[in-house]
């Protein structure tokens, strides 16, 4: 029997978890015992922090394992690629991983690469907020400020006004790990993102998805939807700059996740990307529900060296509602799920509806599948 490192064991974590004994592998998580919900489901468990990556390699040395990997965290992604180098297994380089999880780093590899982007500067912990200089440089607002090493919406948000700024450098400060805050160019525009499972250096698209967030100042994801709706032609010109930007970032194995801007005139600006599968279960359910490609069984074979290229056997309408304050209607769907025959899963999570500024304050989901077009709630 295979053993398969996964490298978390929260709820992101689980269905990577499920798939993984589903497909008769022995599984070892490693991560905080606080929120570790996969610990009661996995062989093994080891309470050590997912960026203790020393640590966690002695272990997985000791285990012997044939494969690490993780899902939609950023966090993990970097000691995923570090036991993998270390160990000779499939996986990204360590410098490839540390660099596609620094927002600023990412930025100086895609402009070097030509890949379109937002402008952009980094600040680090004490770096002081001069507004004089970022107008010298071309900076106009509205500006958008985020940390440089956080995902989930946490710690962004809009500048409208010069006044606004010191705060909101600070408070992306004090949430990133590393203490630094972006400051960047505010892009309106359509947001999509992209899904990839590369292999040795060849990079398969999977699906665009459509995005719907609450707008200045937070942008959290209140809902996703595949397919897209761009033209065929779009769709090309997405998957041309996104393996450009793959090979710019040295992200040779594994999934991807990478979210753009689009403009009214038809600019397109590459956000971020992740060297990991989407959240808010674009990766874990809806590839699979909108193209019946399995993309977690697709992690866990590149992870085993045992890949094979993806096949899009199916066309369907997947996506998933976020309940909010902002969304309540989503509550009478959850509630009523079995008279919606489209509804593949749905949850209420917390009584509580909240204005959300970060994911995880959204209070529960639904998932949805059609053939015939998206599940529109009214």
Not at 32 to 44: H, L, R, S, T
Not at 341 to 349: F, L, R, S
Request: hydrophobic share 40%; proline share 4%.
């Amino acid at each position: 029997m295979k053993t398969l490192a996964i490298i978390g064991a929260s709820y992101l974590q689980r269905p990577l978890v499920e798939k993984a004994k589903e497909l008769g592998l022995r599984t070892i998580c490693f991560s905080w015992e606080d929120g570790a919900v996969c610990k009661d489901i996995c062989d093994v468990f080891y309470p050590i922090s997912i960026t203790e990556k020393e640590q966690i390699l002695e272990v997985c040395r000791r285990e012997k394992i044939d494969g690490v990997c993780t899902i939609a965290s950023d966090v993990a992604a970097p000691t995923v690629a570090y036991i993998a180098e270390q160990m000779d297994l499939r996986g990204n380089s360590y410098e490839a991983a540390v660099r596609a999880n620094n927002k600023y780093k990412m930025r100086q590899a895609f402009m070097k690469a030509g890949v379109p982007c937002p402008k952009f500067t980094c600040l680090g912990q004490d770096d002081a907020v001069d507004t004089n200089q970022l107008r010298e440089e071309g900076f106009r607002l509205p500006l958008i400020v985020k940390p440089s090493d956080r995902s989930g919406s946490l710690g962004v948000a809009k500048i409208v006004d010069w006044f606004q700024l010191q705060a909101a450098v600070d408070r992306a400060r004090q949430v990133s790990f590393r203490h630094e805050a972006m400051i960047e160019e505010f892009i309106e525009g359509r947001e999509i993102s992209v899904e990839y499972i590369s292999f040795m250096n060849t990079h398969y698209p999977l699906q665009i998805t459509d995005k719907v967030t609450t707008e200045a100042p937070h942008f959290v994801e209140l809902a996703h939807h595949q397919p897209s709706t761009l033209t065929p032609e779009q769709y090309d010109e997405i998957y041309g700059i996104t393996a450009r930007a793959l090979d710019a970032l040295g992200l040779m194995n594994g999934a991807s996740h990478s979210e753009y801007k689009i403009t009214k005139d038809g600019r397109i600006a590459v956000m971020e990307i992740g060297g990991r599968m989407g959240g808010d279960f674009i990766g874990s359910d809806l590839v699979q529900l909108s193209t019946g490609y399995d993309f977690l069984r697709g992690v866990i074979d590149v992870s085993l060296d045992q890949f094979r290229p993806p096949v899009l056997a199916e066309q369907h309408y997947a996506g998933v509602y976020f309940l909010t304050a902002d969304t309540p209607r989503v509550k009478y769907y959850i509630d009523h799920q079995e008279d919606y025959p489209e509804i593949v899963m749905a949850e209420q999570t917390d009584t509580e509806l909240r204005h959300v500024q970060y994911s995880a304050q959204r209070s529960g989901y639904l998932i949805y599948q059609k053939s015939d077009g998206r599940f529109l709630i009214d």
